[in-house]
Each structure stands twice: as C-alpha cells, then as structure tokens.
C-alpha cells in the first residue's frame, strides 16, 4: 500500500515547498502522511501519537534554515526524532565481568531465537572470545537438537541437554560447566513462550535468578505488528530487558516494532538478524533503521547532499551579498560547481521530490554537463575585474572570452542572459527569505 | 469432514476472552468506553473504536473506514449506545469474513495432497502436527513429507509430530532437494492408499525469489505425479505479524496459487486483523486458527468467534 511512500510524501511536501516556513497550518498534511506511514510500518498506534505530536513540536520550533527549504526540513526533523528515538549509538553486549557471562534469549513462539543463539555464538567467537551454547527449549520437539546441530556448524561446543531436564537446572548445571571448562561466555536458548503464559514467563525469571546474566536479550520478528508493546512490556517487567535483537530484517517489513518495543522498554536494539545463515547478524544503526520505518531513504539522501554542498554559512554569506547587490559571475560560477559536485546533473534531478514525469522538461532547462563545462570554461576565463562586475562585459571582451575559453560569442551572449535571469529570480526569491535556494539554484524555473 | 472440534467452540471462545482480557491488564488497550459496552455513542467513542481497529493490525485505512460507516450509522439515530455499536461492528466484521469461513474438505480421489507454505516461524510444522492429528481422529491415514530440507532439526521435529499423531513420514536427509522429497512422499502414499498428504516446506520470506521459485517447483511437481494435486495450499500466517502479512499473501499467492489459510497463535494477545486486509488481497478462505502449541489447538475459522475476540 506504501510502497511508494516517498512519493507519497512528496505530495504533501510540495504543499510546504510554497511556503517561506513550516507554520501550524501548513504542517498538519504532512504529520497526517506520517501518522499513516508509520501505522502501516506497524509501530504502535500510541508511539506513532507522542512520535506525531514531538515531531510537531520540534517542527514549529525550528530555526529557519537558510539551506533547507521548509519540506527537507521537515524530511530532516521527521528523521533526526525517530533516529534520536531508535537510541543514539550502537551497543554491544555487556561481556566485562568475571566469565563465564550468561546471556538469555527469550522471547515468543517462532520468533528466531535458536537462530540468533548460533549467530551470537559466531559473533562472539570473531571477537575472541569463547562461548558456550545452552539448549534450554524442552518443549517444541527438536528444539535441543536445532541447537546442537547449529553448534555442530560452527564448531562450537554445546550443553548437551537432556530430553525432560528441567530448563533451570539444565542452565545452572551448564554454567558450571562452562566455568570447569573456561568458556567466558554462555548463551542460553529458553523456549518461546506467550507474554501472557504466567508460568512459563515465571520459568524465566527462575532461570534469571538462577544464573545473573550479563544481558537478557527479547527476540523480536521484524514482522511483529501493533501487539509489540504488549509482549515487550510483559517481557520486560517480568525480567529487565538489557537488549534487542530484531530478527528477520532481510524481508522487507518496515520494522516499526523496533520503535514501539524501544519505546516501552527503553532497551536498546543491538543486533539485527538479516538471513537464514549464521553469519547474518549486524549491528544496529538508529539512523538506518529510522529510514526504513520512515521509507524515504531517498529522499533523505537528497537532503542530506544539498545541505552538505550548501552549507549554512555559505548560504547566510549569499543572502547579505544579494541583500547588497553583489551577487557575481564568481558567486554564479561557485553555485553551479557546488551543484556538479552532487552528482551528475539527470542524478541531481532525479533526487528532486515530486519530479518524477517532470524530468524530461526540466532537463531541457537546466545546463547539460558539457555546457555545464562551457559556462564554467567561459567564466574562469574572465579576469578576476570581469567576474566581478558583469557590466565591463563589452563586445570586444566577450569575443576576447569566447577565443580564451575555446567557445563562441553566442554562448558568452548566452551566459550573461542566463545569469541575469538566475540574479533576477534570486532577488525575487530573497524577498521572501531565500528558501528553495538548495535546490533549484541558480538555475530559474 | 468439516474439520477439528467444531463442538468445542464455547471452550475455544472462552480462551479468547481470556486473552483479550489479560491484553486490557496491559495498558495499552486504552479502549475502556468500548470494553464497558455501556454509556451513549459520542465522538469520543467512536475514535477508540477506531483505535482498537488499528490495534488489531487492521490498518489505519480499513480502521477510518470502519468507522466512517458506524459514524454515518450513528448519525441516523440507529446506535442508541455502546452495546449496540459494538455489536454492529462485530456483525460487519463478521459477514465481511462469513464467505472466507470455508472449511478444509478431505476428498477422493486419495491420495489428498496439502502443501503447506509461510514465511519463517509462523508455525507451519506444528499446524501439520495438528492437522495430522485430527485427521487421524476421523479415520483417515496420513502421510507427512519432511521437505523442509534446510532448517536445522527440521525433519527431526516433523518426526516428533509424526509418532504422536501416528502418521507415516517421507523423509531425505538434511540439503536435499526439497520437491524430490515432496515426490517421493506422494509416490509413497499412492503405492500405500494413503489418505491423506501433508508437505512441510521451509519457511521463507516472500521476497526471496530464488526460495519462492524452489517451492513453485514443488507445487509444478506435485502436480505432475497427480493431475489436480497440490489439492490445497496452505499458507499460514502469524497473527502476531502486522501489515506485513499482506504482502507474505500477495506474493506466496502469485507463486503458488494459495487455496487456503491459517492463522496461528491466536492464544496470545495478537487480533490477527490483518486477515481483514488479507482477505482483500487474496480470495483464499481461512480454514483454521491455531489457539496453541498441543495437538487439539486446532480449531475451525470461525468469523463471528474471530470478530467477538477482536473488541
Ligand atoms: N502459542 C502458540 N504457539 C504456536 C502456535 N503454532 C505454532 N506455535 C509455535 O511457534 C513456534 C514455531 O512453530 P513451527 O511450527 O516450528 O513454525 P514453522 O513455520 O514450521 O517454522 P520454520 O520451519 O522454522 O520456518 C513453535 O515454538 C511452535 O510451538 C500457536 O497457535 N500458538
Ligand atoms: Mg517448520
């Protein structure tokens, strides 16, 4: 349904675009488009209300930046609150006591704990360190033995769990092991289990009692809907939550059961499980993860590139020169290398929002790159008094120009029009704050 | 054979309230003017109605849409109070879902072929393991085919389940190729007069195309061995996923036909109201709901057991 949500969000967006800044008014399409955008990435309906209303806040708030239009500003703000929200950093487990350390994993039916089990195990191992893995599932038939064939692959060893051992002595009994056998980490697989199954959940916190674990991680299906907070708050009030793991990311749901699960438990999400294979676990990035439950990767990209080649100093620099009328074929010159260093001018275009099927009409109007090599040839071409004051720019100059920089009078002639029509739009655009500047700059519409 | 424990349905529904009201101890059902049923409609009402709809994993769309009806059913006067709104929603629930409530039919010619399908830990080989063990109840022989060839102890937990419910298994060893077991198992049951065949296949996301082709191919095999087979395709959602599951339908139906669903761990706090998007997408009928891990947590679909657990 939003697949395409960047293009959705362009819609609305366009309706800020128009104005100098983002005002009570104009804003409420867009928080709409992002209610419903993080709805359907499945976050939780109470998460996605305080994410709605922080966003809004921050929004009104903000400082006008000179090198942002309102609408990437938006794009930015929207995104800078969820990533602040996912948690700043990635974190890894918390392994710096006496060994051995034990590390549950639990969480609900099917959710990927034996897997992750294996994949911690690896994970573990490339750091140097030594674990040991613990079948604790007596309950789903060939649980133990999942395990143990996983520990087979990857060599590492493993608690040989006994079929109707209890899972609480099985994980004290094997932590003893591990400390005969100087294992410095142990990795404890608990059955999947409902939130709401009062005694199995009480088997866990019998098993926590048991062994202290450095870290009790919930596993959580990256498909997970709006029931998320349910089972992270049951979770964590019965045990203390010290992490996530988000399986199952290399489908393509959005993942907004990361942001509730965050929100309910604060836990931070450290690992995310991106394949079947055991070497398919990363790391958690916030940032990364804020875009995919937002889908507009893209148009993100788009911001981020035009604040970097625009940057805010050099914006507010512009706006007093042109307050002054002394905007230059330099400044002219420098505006449009800013733009090339972004990218090739069809890449430029086709991060522009909303563009789409208007593509081909703008490419008409915006320099190609070889006469985007011409202008620059033709102005570097110019003495340093030239490019500062266009109006020394005579017949004879010019022919002079057009013999320096290998082209014809008619494209210098051409050149002086083009950056007439950039300083008049600009003027017009200054009026009114120099908003739209990043993006359409200096080429007029 | 209409299908498992169609008595039952008092117990079943009871387990349900039971569920949903454990969910209303957790906070987040913020949805109390509805669950009291009592006191007049007002706007106010009607938002939480909408929001127990999202809640659900119905979708904000569906949601709005849900409630843009009742609120128009309001406006006529039609709604006295509370009661009666719920009431209303659950029979619109309910007749939407009334044609999906089909249940399985095993047939001649035997053998029966059932493959069942869905994306990793939705709890496709314990559906099986039920399955199995009710169609043993009603007289029919059963065959299960380890074709989940990938997953570690895969075969080893089909096994279990085979021994429990006393079925026959067809099984190659771990890696195999996963339509070879598939046809080998039909074979088998053809030579035997067995009743009924149950294919477990690997859990796969839907978006793996090269996954989702393997199991094309078992159905194109399948049905090479015998005209008209895979009879049923089962594919079985996790009530637990969101908007998610839409997808897993969309595609799992373009690859391999689905004629069939069922919705796991509904013993949860989990609605499963995606089905009402679901059921959008796909014209497939829901043939069970799974309420738990042992072999009687099997129950038929039922549209208005399903729509009273969903307020
Ligand atoms: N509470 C509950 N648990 C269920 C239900 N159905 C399956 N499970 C559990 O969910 C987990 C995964 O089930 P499986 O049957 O192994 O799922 P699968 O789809 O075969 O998984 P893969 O083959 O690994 O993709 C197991 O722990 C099951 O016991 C249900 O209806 N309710
Ligand atoms: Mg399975």
Redesign the interface.
């Known amino acids: 349904m939003f697949e395409n949500l960047s293009e959705k969000f362009q819609g609305v967006l366009k309706g800020l675009r128009g104005h100098g800044r983002i005002t009570e008014g104009n804003i409420e399409g867009a928080l709409n488009e992002v209610r419903l955008a993080l709805l359907e990435a499945d976050v939780n309906y109470k998460v996605v209300k305080e994410f709605v209303a922080a966003v809004k806040e921050k929004a009104l708030g903000a400082e006008v930046l000179l090198s942002l239009s309102p609408d990437q500003q938006f794009v930015k703000i929207v995104h800078a609150e969820m990533t602040r929200m996912m948690g700043a950093q990635a974190q890894e487990l918390n392994l710096a006591r006496r060994p051995p350390v034990p590390v549950m994993l639990v969480g609900l039916q099917g959710s990927g704990k034996t897997t992750t089990c294996g994949k911690l195990a690896l994970h573990l191992r490339k750091g140097k360190r030594t674990p040991f893995l613990v079948p604790a599932d007596v309950y789903r038939p060939a649980a133990v033995e999942q395990l143990k064939v996983l520990a087979g692959q990857i060599e590492v060893p493993v608690f040989d769990t006994r079929p109707g051992a209890d899972p609480v002595a099985i994980c004290r009994d094997a932590i003893a092991q591990a400390d005969r056998s100087g294992y410095d980490s142990v990795l404890l697989d608990t059955a999947g289990r409902l939130h709401i199954d009062a005694q199995m959940m009480e088997e866990l916190a019998r098993i926590k009692a048991a062994v202290d674990p450095g870290d009790i991680l919930l596993v959580a299906d990256a498909m997970t809907g709006q029931d998320a907070v349910n089972v992270a708050r049951a979770f964590h009030e019965k045990l203390g939550l010290t992490g996530v793991v988000l399986t199952k990311m290399d489908g393509d749901a959005r993942g907004g059961a990361a942001l509730s699960i965050r929100a309910v438990t604060g836990a931070p999400v450290m690992f995310v499980g991106v394949g079947e294979k055991l070497d398919a676990l990363e790391t958690f990035h916030p940032d990364r993860m804020a875009s995919r439950i937002l889908g507009m990767g893209d148009l993100l990209t788009f911001v981020e590139k035009a604040q970097e080649q625009v940057d805010e100093k050099q914006a507010r620099e512009l706006s007093r020169k042109l307050r002054r009328n002394e905007f230059t074929l330099e400044d002219f010159r420098d505006q449009l290398l800013r733009l090339r260093k972004m990218g090739s001018m069809e890449e430029i275009l086709g991060m522009i929002p909303g563009l789409g099927g208007k593509m081909k009409e703008l490419k008409g109007m915006a320099p190609d790159e070889a006469e985007l090599k011409r202008v620059v040839a033709i102005i570097d071409s110019m003495t340093a008094k030239e490019r500062r004051n266009a109006k020394l720019l005579n017949g004879s100059r010019r022919k002079r120009i057009a013999g320096g920089s290998g082209t014809t009078v008619q494209d210098v002639n051409r050149l002086m029009k083009n950056f007439q029509q950039a300083e008049e739009m600009i003027r017009r655009m200054s009026k009114g704050g120099m908003r739209g500047m990043g993006r359409n700059f200096p080429f007029p519409q | 054979m209409t299908g498992p424990n169609a008595t039952s349905r008092g117990a079943f529904f009871t387990r349900l309230k039971a569920?949903l009201a454990?969910?209303r101890e957790?906070?987040?059902m913020?949805v109390e003017a509805i669950a009291r049923g009592i006191g007049p409609v007002d706007e106010k009402v009607l938002t939480d109605l909408e929001?127990a709809l999202?809640?659900?994993?119905a979708?904000?769309?569906l949601a709005a849409e849900y409630a843009e009806t009742l609120r128009a059913v309001w406006r006529r006067g039609e709604l006295p109070d509370v009661d009666a709104l719920r009431a209303r929603l659950r029979k619109m629930v309910a007749e939407t879902l009334a044609t999906r409530m089909v249940p399985l039919v095993v047939v001649p010619p035997y053998p029966f072929v059932v493959l069942v399908v869905g994306?990793?830990?939705?709890?496709k080989t314990t559906t099986i393991?039920k399955m199995a063990g009710w169609l043993r109840l009603s007289g029919h022989t059963v065959l299960l085919a380890a074709a989940d060839t990938?997953?570690?102890?895969?075969i080893?937990?089909l096994?279990?389940?085979a021994e429990r419910a006393g079925a026959d298994i067809v099984k190659h060893k771990?890696g195999a190729d996963s339509s070879a077991v598939a046809f080998d198992a039909v074979r088998a049951a053809k030579a035997r007069g067995t009743h009924v065949v149950l294919v477990d296949t690997a859990g796969r996301?839907?978006?793996?195309s090269h996954l989702m082709e393997e199991v094309r191919k078992v159905v194109r095999v399948v049905g090479k061995e015998i005209p008209g087979a895979p009879h049923e395709v089962l594919l079985v959602l996790?009530a637990?996923?969101?908007?998610?599951?839409?997808?897993q339908a969309r595609t799992f139906q373009e690859f391999t036909g689905v004629t069939g669903m069922a919705l796991t761990?509904l013993?949860?706090?989990?609605?499963g109201g995606?089905v009402l998007s679901v059921t959008r997408e796909i014209g497939a009928p829901i043939r069970f709901v799974g309420v738990g891990?042992k072999p009687e947590d099997l129950r038929p679909f039922d549209a208005e057991s399903f729509a009273e657990a969903l307020f």
Not at chain 2, 240 to 247: D, L, V, W
Not at chain 2, 267 to 271: F, L, S
């Open positions: 569920g454990k969910t957790l906070l987040f913020n929001e999202i809640l659900s994993d979708g904000a769309e994306v990793n830990g939705a709890g393991g990938f997953r570690a102890a895969a080893e937990q096994g279990v389940w771990e996301l839907h978006t793996k996790d637990t996923n969101g908007r998610n599951a839409i997808a761990k013993d949860g706090t989990a609605k995606v891990e």
